[in-house]
């Protein structure tokens, strides 16, 4: 009776074994092995000042990211610091960036970049919206940048604009160019546009600010010596182009800018960049550096095409006439403001 027992007893433990050792997790090598984690880049974004085409930039950099496969949240960290137009501000958020070894570093015109590769040689410097970066010193040669600063140019269709002003004002003979005095990207378009001018039949006259505090008072004075105004792509005027807008539609001088943002907040029309594909175009350049590429051979990438931007209420409050064909073409490529 007792082996009975024994046996029963020696039994019941066994299949009590077999099923526990079934329904528990078997310990196995992959089962011991560490869970791997998405790996999360870090992408640092110094934009100069808000407005609309810098804030449009700044959004096309994020899409242009994500669609390479790098989403915030998940395996994107980005680190957005505006510096509200302060050269401290630039110096200290660049060096932050530096600080906390960031993978990828993105400069919003030409003062962030300028400040992001002064603060270093070693991380990656993308540029976005940068009109002529080596005159800004900022890379070697367009084609080879050959150090940590490479990508994208908003430099503007000089000779479409001046085609442009001159098919909507056929009888302009005084073209005004305002910008900023200490903004590099505005000074080398106003050399182009002097250099061109003369093809176009326009005579032009310069008229510089320091900051935004001088333009409503050099725009009085520039309106009563223009046929038309040309502002080249400037952050400083672009900020304030509500007030540049009011001085000359007021005295009935249409300004064309270079961005199409600045048709929006009042110019007549422009062959303008999108800003925001130019951000796009910008994030997937950064999307290739954090997947290897070296910036020292990634070249500078330029829009090719501008759009036909054209604010067809601000033609009508200046009693302005585009030409049917002009009209057509930027409602079917471009855009019509109403």
């Known amino acids: 009776m007792k082996r009975m027992i024994a046996f029963i007893t020696a039994l019941v433990l066994f299949v009590g074994g077999c099923y526990i050792a079934d329904v528990m997790p078997k310990h196995t090598a992959s089962a011991n092995k560490p869970r791997q984690h998405q790996v999360v880049k870090k992408v640092g974004i110094l934009q100069l000042m808000s407005h609309p085409a810098l804030n449009a930039i700044h959004k096309g950099i994020v899409a242009g ?5 790098y989403t915030v949240g998940k395996n994107l960290k980005i680190d957005f610091q505006n510096a509200q137009n302060d050269q401290s501000n630039l110096k200290s958020m660049a060096t932050r960036f530096v600080n906390e070894k960031e993978d990828a570093t993105v400069g919003i015109a030409t003062p962030s ?3 992001l590769a002064n603060a270093t040689s070693k991380i990656p410097v993308v540029m976005g919206a940068i009109t002529d970066p080596v005159s800004a010193k900022l890379v070697s040669s367009v084609k080879k940048p050959g150090g940590n600063v490479t990508g994208v140019s908003d430099q503007a269709p000089i000779d479409a604009q001046l085609q442009l002003i001159r098919k909507i004002m056929p009888s302009a003979k005084t073209l005004g160019v305002i910008y900023t005095s200490s903004d590099d990207s505005s000074q080398a378009q106003v050399k182009l546009v002097q250099q061109k001018a003369h093809k176009y039949g326009f005579t032009i006259k310069t008229f510089s600010i320091n900051s935004t505090n001088d333009l409503q008072q050099v725009a009085q004075q520039m309106v009563t010596q223009v046929d038309a105004i040309f502002v080249p792509t400037d952050n400083t005027i ?4 509500p ?4 001085v000359a539609n007021g005295a009935k001088k249409p300004i064309f800018p270079t961005v199409d943002t600045m048709v929006e907040d009042g110019g007549l029309a422009t062959v303008g960049l999108n800003q925001y594909d130019l ?3 910008t994030g997937k350049m950064v999307a290739r550096i954090l997947k290897g590429d070296k910036t020292a ?7 090719t095409k501008g759009d036909l931007i054209i ?6 409050e200046l009693g302005i006439k585009i ?8 409602k079917t490529s471009g855009k019509v403001v109403k």
């Not at 051979?297 to 829009?303: G, I, L, Q, S, W």
């Open 65 to 69: 990211l994500k669609d390479e496969g």
């Open 113 to 115: 970049a300028q400040a």
């Open 238 to 241: 672009a900020s304030a182009m």
């Open 243 to 246: 007030t540049l807008a009011n």
């Open 279 to 281: 951000g796009v175009k």
């Open 297 to 303: 051979t990634m070249p500078v990438e330029f829009m």
């Open 311 to 316: 604010n067809q209420k601000v033609a009508d």
């Open 323 to 330: 030409p049917a064909k002009l009209l057509d073409e930027a």
